[in-house]
């Protein structure tokens, strides 16, 4: 069990916030919706923000169940419910229908992970050091970014491309997973403080604007997630975006072992 879990999700513009953050007593989950390109046709009568909330229901009901899964087989399992939720009404089988990135974590005996798509889980270590879990498949697509459109459908969810949860439900056993032991995880044994869940629009402190994943901890942990999500701002704000949008959906989750 966490002693205290702690998170903030702020939309980056008018726009409803296509993230979700949502947790209970031993749980953390993150999901970060795909924005649709303009003009494109998803298949789908619903919008992201649908898909997201349906998906993460879904995950929090079997993760409160409590029945010891592993975090994939409940994420499969869930997609397949989303799925099937709205298969009458709309062609799953369009490569642009909705879809999200999922971070997990679990705290049990030991602290279990799910990654899939660009939502990193950061583990802080006692004494300082960090264990950072991520999927950059997305970032190792092939010509580099800016992406086309028609490449990013080619390569959704397909064989040496990236996987996110959409209506595939064998994109879960895609996912990166683990598990790392609280009272050692780092290569000198160094113990668990707390573990960070993000989407990549708090990503962006480390990927674009130089911050270390220890810097990133140190403010979660010290001042709370909802900080951290000013610090991107302020950044996006003054120095801009590498690439994309000024400013993206940002969420940030922490959660504190005891002692």
């Known amino acids: 069990m966490f002693a205290e879990i702690t998170y903030a999700t702020r939309p980056g513009s008018g726009r409803p916030n296509e993230d979700l953050v949502i947790a209970g007593p031993s749980w953390i989950v993150v999901l970060d919706g795909a924005t649709a390109p303009p003009g494109v046709d998803s298949g789908c009568v619903h919008d992201v923000a649908w898909l997201v909330g349906r998906l993460g229901g879904a995950l929090a009901e079997r993760l409160a169940a409590g029945d010891g899964a592993p975090l994939a087989a409940l994420l499969e399992s869930a997609i397949e419910a989303t799925g ?52 950059d498949r997305l970032e190792r697509l092939p010509g580099g970014r800016p992406y086309s459109l028609e490449l990013v459908r080619r390569l959704r ?16 056993r895609e996912s990166v997973t683990g598990e790392v032991d609280p009272d050692g995880a780092g290569a000198r044994g160094s113990a668990v403080r707390g573990v960070g869940v993000f989407t990549d629009g708090v990503g962006r402190l480390a990927d674009w604007y130089g911050w270390s994943w220890a810097d990133v901890l140190e403010l979660l942990s010290g001042r709370g997630p909802g900080a951290l999500i000013a610090a991107v701002r302020e950044l996006e704000t003054a120095r801009g975006p590498v690439w994309g949008k000024t400013h993206d959906d940002a969420t940030a989750a922490w959660g504190r072992l005891g002692d």
Not at 84 to 95: E, G, K
Not at 157 to 172: I, K, L, Q
């Open 84 to 135: 099937a939720a709205h298969a009458s009404s709309c062609d799953l089988a369009n490569p642009d229908s909705p879809s999200a990135t999922v971070a997990m974590v679990r705290s049990r005996e030991r602290l279990e992970y799910l990654v899939l798509g660009d939502s990193p889980v950061v583990f802080s270590l006692v004494g300082g050091g960090t264990r950072v879990v991520c999927d």
């Open 157 to 172: 969810n397909a064989p040496g491309g990236f996987w996110v949860a959409g209506a595939r439900p064998e994109a879960a």
